[in-house]
């Protein structure tokens, strides 16, 4: 059975949620896309490549919005991750912009600590994270005021809180336009609309990161627990997606 047999069940309210993911999108596009001709919106969406971020994609280019997207390639990809990204690019409206980890920065950490060193500790697998993920996403989000994230408040305990709008960070806005979506909704937006998706969720891969890092999982075991097994949950995130203050908004009707 496939990820979207198996998942898709849209909640009572899904047009409701829906069409408030809707209006966010609109909004965050309204009040930070508009730049001169030729230069980059001052919104983008950081992709994974995961569902919920293929859903916010697919709303990004159907509804025509001048918001930019960004996938942080690490190196450590999935070949069904890379497989997606290639079949994105082509055929994504908006424009889709790839950042790479910085290579003398990698020869030199697996040189030092091996390829095996996010295993050894969580120093280390914080440190192979930030050389990954954290220093390429400063790139991606260098001369950004706000960006989109496929955030969900049931993806796990720590994200349980996630604002639909986040001004935690005195940098830039946060928008979670999924963030009330449940796994199912998620699903059915991808079966009715025919949204290309990573395989690896028919493997049972609900969130997918990096390959060393990300195991399928079992019935019953929570979303994210597929990510750094090994670790204490308390533990689990790059960094990416830690919140520095509460200052949370509700989305427009």
């Known amino acids: 059975m496939n990820a979207v047999k198996l998942n898709a069940r849209a909640s009572i309210d899904f047009d409701a949620k829906l069409t408030q993911t809707i209006a966010l999108l609109k909004q965050a596009a309204q009040d930070y896309a508009h730049v001169p001709a030729g230069e980059a919106p001052l919104i983008s969406q950081a992709s994974s490549l995961g569902a919920e971020d293929m859903v916010i994609s697919h709303l990004i280019n159907s509804l025509a919005l001048d918001i930019g997207i960004f996938v942080l390639e690490t190196g450590q990809l999935h070949p069904q991750t890379l497989a997606l990204l290639e079949r994105l690019v082509p055929s994504s409206r908006a424009k889709v912009e790839v950042f790479k980890p910085r290579a003398e920065a990698v020869v030199q950490f697996v040189a030092r600590e091996g390829r095996q060193a996010m295993y050894k500790s969580i120093e280390l697998r ?3 994270c930030h050389i990954r993920k954290m220093e390429p996403l400063e790139r991606a989000l260098a001369g950004k005021q706000a960006w989109i994230t496929g955030l969900r408040r049931e993806q796990s305990g720590a994200r349980a809180d996630v604002p639909l709008v986040d001004r935690s960070d005195a940098k830039r806005v946060k928008f979670n336009p999924l963030a009330d979506w449940t796994w199912g909704d998620v699903w059915h937006f991808i079966a009715v609309n025919k949204i290309d998706y990573n395989p690896l ?14 195991r399928a999982i079992s019935l019953g075991e929570d979303f994210r627990s597929g990510r750094w097994w090994w670790e204490d949950e308390a533990a689990k995130e790059c960094g990416l997606h830690v919140t520095q203050s509460s200052s949370l908004e509700k989305a427009p009707a």
């Open 126 to 128: 914080k440190a192979c």
């Open 201 to 214: 969720h028919d493997q049972f891969y609900p969130s997918i990161g990096c390959a060393p890092c990300t």
